[in-house]
């Protein structure tokens, strides 16, 4: 798909997201995400009758300032489905106390909402992007517009999946984290083929370490094929198999059947792989 063609997520239709807040920048609109935070872990109880003790679960919103639209090499910019399921199986994981003490690691977190999640539970959480079209300040701006959701240490840092050579603050951050999470960086084949480098020095980086990587299949009718196909998905799995030839790796698809916190349609184009690389 040509760099300069414009790209809409398909999200912006499925709710009504938008408030009449004004945004910071001009031409961005500032959207409200619902979702739910469970109460305590997931331990089944009953009161003094015997009876199931059911806590509802608080409601509570993202405030993300994002762009309705943009060209192929800014969608961060944009919030993608893919964002929710991740955020789902952050609540999840946290819920279940397995994000206790953990230092998580966002790679290619775009808006950050993904990010802001997995703060509520996390020690600390590092969102990274690459330094391109505003989008580390936009992350740092929709900070501060959750910052009571935010309860862990907080840093936004620049990556770049096209360069391996880190800085020694990346390097520093990439040793400590224990947790990798990234959604929706799947959609062009050179970003794909990065995607995965950044990956591979990550996993070897100070292990053990834990990745989860949420993308959506995105089908494109091809005369080659005479049928509808999702190219980038397919770069990913024959990368993802090189993967699979490491030593101590285990690389799994896993089944979203967690609860969903998010209000959003989960599509069977939704899928959720996991990497796990001990020492």
């Given at each position: 798909?040509?760099?300069?063609?414009?790209?809409?997520?398909?999200?912006?239709?499925?709710?009504?997201?938008?408030?009449?807040?004004?945004?910071?920048?001009?031409?961005?609109?500032?959207?409200?995400?619902?979702?739910?935070?469970?109460?305590?872990?997931?331990?089944?109880?009953?009161?003094?009758?015997?009876?199931?003790?059911?806590?509802?679960?608080?409601?509570?919103?993202?405030?993300?300032?994002?762009?309705?639209?943009?060209?192929?090499?800014?969608?961060?910019?944009?919030?993608?489905?893919?964002?929710?399921?991740?955020?789902?199986?952050?609540?999840?994981?946290?819920?279940?106390?397995?994000?206790?003490?953990?230092?998580?690691?966002?790679?290619?977190?775009?808006?950050?909402?993904?990010s802001f999640v997995a703060s509520i539970y996390a020690k600390?959480?590092?969102?990274?992007?690459?330094?391109?079209?505003?989008?580390?300040?936009?992350?740092?701006?929709?900070?501060?517009?959750?910052?009571?959701?935010?309860?862990s240490q907080f840093k936004v840092v620049a990556l770049d999946?096209?360069?391996?050579?880190?800085?020694?603050?990346?390097?520093?951050?990439?040793?400590?984290?224990?947790?990798?999470?990234?959604?929706?960086?799947?959609?062009?084949?050179?970003?794909?083929?990065?995607?995965?480098?950044?990956?591979?020095?990550?996993?070897?980086?100070?292990?053990?370490?834990?990745?989860?990587?949420?993308?959506?299949?995105?089908?494109?009718?091809?005369?080659?094929?005479?049928?509808?196909?999702?190219?980038?998905?397919?770069?990913?799995?024959?990368?993802?198999?090189?993967?699979?030839?490491?030593?101590?790796?285990?690389?799994?698809?896993?089944?979203?059947?967690?609860?969903?916190?998010?209000?959003?349609?989960?599509?069977?184009?939704?899928?959720?792989?996991?990497?796990?690389?001990?020492?």
């Amino acid at each position: 798909m040509p760099d300069n063609m414009t790209v809409v997520s398909e999200i912006y239709d499925e709710h009504n997201y938008r408030t009449d807040l004004k945004p910071k920048k001009q031409g961005n609109v500032i959207s409200q995400f619902p979702f739910l935070v469970p109460k305590g872990k997931n331990i089944v109880s009953f009161d003094s009758d015997n009876d199931l003790d059911l806590d509802r679960p608080n409601k509570e919103v993202i405030k993300i300032e994002h762009s309705l639209n943009t060209k192929l090499s800014l969608v961060g910019l944009q919030v993608w489905r893919g964002a929710f399921l991740l955020g789902d199986l952050l609540i999840h994981l946290g819920v279940n106390g397995e994000l206790d003490g953990k230092t998580v690691l966002e790679l290619g977190a775009g808006t950050g909402l993904t990010s802001f999640v997995a703060s509520i539970y996390a020690k600390k959480v590092v969102c990274t992007d690459i330094d391109l079209g505003g989008i580390l300040d936009l992350i740092k701006l929709n900070a501060k517009y959750n910052d009571k959701l935010i309860k862990s240490q907080f840093k936004v840092v620049a990556l770049d999946f096209m360069d391996t050579n880190w800085n020694s603050v990346l390097q520093r951050e990439v040793q400590q984290a224990d947790i990798i999470v990234a959604a929706d960086v799947i959609y062009d084949d050179d970003v794909t083929t990065a995607f995965m480098t950044t990956v591979h020095k990550i996993l070897t980086t100070n292990p053990p370490k834990t990745l989860y990587i949420v993308l959506e299949k995105r089908y494109v009718f091809t005369l080659e094929h005479m049928d509808s196909v999702a190219p980038c998905y397919e770069t990913f799995l024959n990368l993802l198999e090189k993967l699979k030839l490491e030593k101590m790796w285990v690389v799994e698809e896993l089944s979203p059947d967690f609860p969903q916190y998010f209000q959003y349609e989960r599509v069977s184009q939704l899928v959720l792989w996991k990497i796990s690389a001990s020492k």
